[in-house]
């Protein structure tokens, strides 16, 4: 006998009337969506459908329709459908572990892609791409992180590294941590990272006094800091951007 989940992620939404001999009532939709995905490409979708489209495979004999819709309401947007914990999508009726790890593993597919494109480049004349790298390794994660983008003397990636988690409100940040990351690493140049999970990037008072302190114990060591982000699903802010840095 199958596992429950299955039943319920290939089966829920399969409710239907009688079944006619041959194609099921959903073929035609599926093979509708493909052909406008291929001739106009992902902005050709609506999110919910591009959503259904990448659930064909997680769930081949439904119509997946229902729970792309069931998903969107939930977590509002196909980015925080990603960008959702496992535990939480497997909350929404019709989503068993097949379908949560596939959409985990698309959301870290898409992460891989973006760290790619700035992978050894000089990130500051790639700052879109280091955006949004940041926005989809981030932006939706339930509690804030802490991380670092260690750069060389000509400013190309050498690590990134989460270096802490906190709460929902709050990371520790230790700055002579950093440093010494920084120094075991030769590298020359930081960009701080971290997230807001309340969706808004203003940086708080406590972001603000943090990165002056990482500032001013890696300046004497010769290293410099680009930049502090901060991201969040409303958006990014760049503290040297607001001249707070």
Not at 31 to 54: D, F, K, S
Request: hydrophobic content about 40%; charged content about 30%; proline content about 6%.
């Amino acid at each position: 006998m199958a596992p429950e989940d299955d039943d319920d992620e290939r089966g829920f939404f399969a409710e239907k009337p009688v079944a006619r001999p041959g194609k099921p009532h959903y073929s035609g939709h599926r093979e509708r969506l493909r052909e406008r995905l291929r001739e106009g490409g992902q902005a050709a979708l609506a999110e919910y459908e591009l959503l259904e489209t990448l659930l064909f495979r997680s769930i081949p004999r439904a119509d997946t329709k229902p729970v792309a819709k069931a998903l969107i309401a939930r977590f509002g947007s196909f980015a925080e459908v990603l960008g959702a914990p496992e535990h939480l999508l497997r909350e929404v009726k019709g989503v068993g572990p097949a379908v949560a790890f596939d959409l985990k593993l698309a959301a870290a597919a898409a992460e891989r892609m973006l760290k790619g494109r700035i992978r050894g480049r000089q990130v500051l004349t790639s700052w879109s791409d280091v955006i949004d790298y940041c926005r989809a390794a981030m932006a939706f994660e339930p509690r804030e992180q802490f991380r670092i983008l260690f750069l060389d003397k000509k400013n190309a990636l050498i690590a990134d590294e989460v270096q802490q988690r906190g709460t929902i409100d709050h990371t520790p940040v230790y700055p002579r941590e950093v440093v010494k990351r920084a120094l075991e690493l030769s590298a020359t140049a930081l960009i701080l990272v971290h997230n807001h999970p309340s969706g808004d990037p203003t940086p708080s008072r406590a972001d603000i006094e943090m990165t002056r302190l990482v500032v001013e114990s890696a300046k004497p060591l010769g290293i410099a800091v680009h930049d502090h982000i901060i991201v969040g699903k409303n958006g990014h802010a760049s503290l040297k951007g607001l001249q707070l840095i």
